[in-house]
């Protein structure tokens, strides 16, 4: 199955709170699986990416945890800001290709 | 910062008509990559290149859709007989290495179709 299924589709955090988002895939041949921000009128910007040999990835405010097992995703923003509000990907890519597969996108808005 | 630069910004054209889409990438990269995401959908692959060549495609990208590298710095994306469902956001990327994910994309070009 090449599909990566995200959620929630949409998510309201005020500022300084936590955001989560979640993706689940079914391709055991997948590793690596990056996730993308992108602001309106804008291309997706890479923002962090994990492979699946590490649980844990942390950049800044932003920290990626995977799960090999549930084949699961996660991207946590700690003490999220209002120039956090866009919309995030994950996205994932195997072995043998260089095309990524995008999950169904996040609309995060962070009031402050 | 060099970026992936794509023009037009917004293209609106007749259905059947051809549209040709235009990219430039950053200079040392040598992948070369096409997505679409239609209004309020997932982003899309479509095909990725290099070496004067396509390395993969997507079901998506059928008879009518081509791509080349006419001058060596442009990298374009020509769709023969547009039809409505075109209509979407195509976005070009680009990368030093043939991972995807390390891809730089452009802002892309709205392709309205009418």
């Known amino acids: 199955q090449q599909q990566v299924k995200q959620s929630p589709q949409s998510l309201i955090v005020q500022k300084g709170g936590i955001s989560i988002i979640n993706c689940a895939y079914e391709?055991?041949?997948?590793?690596?699986f990056p996730w993308y921000q992108q602001f309106p009128g804008k291309g997706p910007a890479l923002l962090i990416a994990?492979?699946?040999?590490?649980s844990e990835k942390k950049e800044g405010r932003f920290t990626i945890s995977f799960n090999k097992s549930a084949k699961q995703f996660s991207l946590h923003i700690m003490d999220s800001q209002p120039g956090d509000s866009a919309t995030y990907f994950c996205?994932?890519?195997?072995?043998?290709?260089?095309?990524?597969?995008f999950g169904t996108g996040t609309r995060l808005q962070v009031f402050p | 910062e060099p970026e992936v630069t794509q023009t037009p910004s917004h293209q609106v054209t007749q259905m059947g008509q051809e549209v040709i889409l235009r990219c430039v990438p950053i200079?040392?990269?040598?992948?070369f990559y096409w997505y679409r995401q239609i209004l309020g959908q997932k982003v899309e692959f479509l095909v990725s290149?290099?070496?004067?060549?396509?390395?993969?495609k997507s079901e998506i990208f059928d008879d009518q859709f081509s791509v080349e590298r006419p001058d060596g710095s442009n990298f374009t994306l020509k769709i023969r007989s547009t039809k409505l469902e075109d209509s979407a956001m195509y976005f070009c990327?680009?990368?030093?290495?043939?991972?995807?994910?390390?891809?730089?994309f452009g802002q892309g070009t709205r392709l309205t179709v009418v």
């Open positions: 994990i492979r699946p040999d590490v």
């Open positions: 391709n055991t041949a997948f590793d690596y």
């Open positions: 200079s040392n990269h040598l992948y």
């Open positions: 996205a994932a890519e195997s072995y043998n290709t260089d095309k990524l597969i």
């Open positions: 290149f290099y070496n004067n060549e396509i390395s993969e």
């Open positions: 990327a680009s990368s030093v290495t043939n991972q995807g994910a390390e891809a730089f």
